[in-house]
């Protein structure tokens, strides 16, 4: 199955500063979704992005599909956007099941 | 916007028991449904596919007579963990799409179970 691999494993910033977040992926997608879960464990969706770029306040995306990769901004950090942050796809016939990546750890100090 | 709701969200249960977990979409209607597991400090894998109307398909590793998937109706699918152990203690999260292509799969809230 397809591999997604998310870069860097654990990430502190202090509060103001800005961050990217990389997700590779080991084959054609046809979906690709970037999360947040928070300390209570909910998965909040931030994008569905299988290509091109999106923004969505302090925080956007851009998915390059042929070269295998998506970024996730995190500018102006607040100490609300630590938790864990997903990117998850899907190849093949379905767009619906989703590969999940192992995740990025931010930590973000007042 | 789609909203999938999930129940309940915590559990505590003995070893032996069972326990059901419901999926439901609120606002639309999903043929398909996806049941996540995730220990703590990992991420999630998937354990199954619910189709409505079928029989759920189960990832490698996953024992079916262990979690039974009914997904009977197009807003609703259940998770039974049968004769639970401490083992099955973990994080479910339950997933759905909308019946349209290229749209997001929303994901409930999910179940803490923890089994004494």
């Known amino acids: 199955g397809i591999q997604v691999e998310q870069s860097p494993p654990d990430l502190i910033l202090q509060e103001g500063a800005n961050s990217t977040l990389r997700c590779n992926f080991s084959?054609?997608?046809?979906?690709l979704q970037w999360f947040h879960q928070n300390p209570w464990g909910q998965l909040i969706n931030l994008f569905y992005i299988p290509s091109g770029t999106k923004q969505n306040g302090r925080l956007s995306a851009t998915t390059v599909a042929t070269e295998r990769y998506s970024l996730l901004y995190i500018s102006s950090s607040q100490t609300t956007d630590s938790g864990v942050y997903f990117c998850?796809?899907?190849?093949?016939?379905?767009?619906?099941?989703?590969?999940f990546g192992k995740g990025t750890l931010l930590t973000v100090n007042p | 916007g789609a909203v999938v709701s999930q129940h309940p969200s915590w559990v505590i249960c003995k070893s032996g028991t069972s326990v059901k977990i419901e999926c439901r979409s609120l606002?639309?209607?999903?043929?398909?449904m996806f049941w996540y597991r995730q220990f703590p400090k990992q991420s999630l894998m998937l354990m199954a596919t619910s189709n409505e109307g079928s029989k759920a398909t189960y990832e490698q590793g996953v024992e079916k007579d262990k979690f039974l998937i009914n997904h009977a109706s197009l807003t609703l699918s259940t998770l039974t963990v049968t004769s639970a152990h401490p083992e099955d203690s973990s994080f479910y999260i339950c997933?759905?799409?909308?019946?349209?292509?290229?749209?997001?799969?929303?994901f409930g809230n999910g179940t803490r179970l923890t089994v004494t």
């Open positions: 997933s759905a799409h909308r019946s349209s292509y290229n749209s997001p799969l929303h």
């Open positions: 084959d054609s997608v046809n979906n």
């Open positions: 606002d639309f209607q999903a043929t398909t």
């Open positions: 998850a796809v899907s190849s093949g016939g379905s767009n619906y099941k989703l590969t």
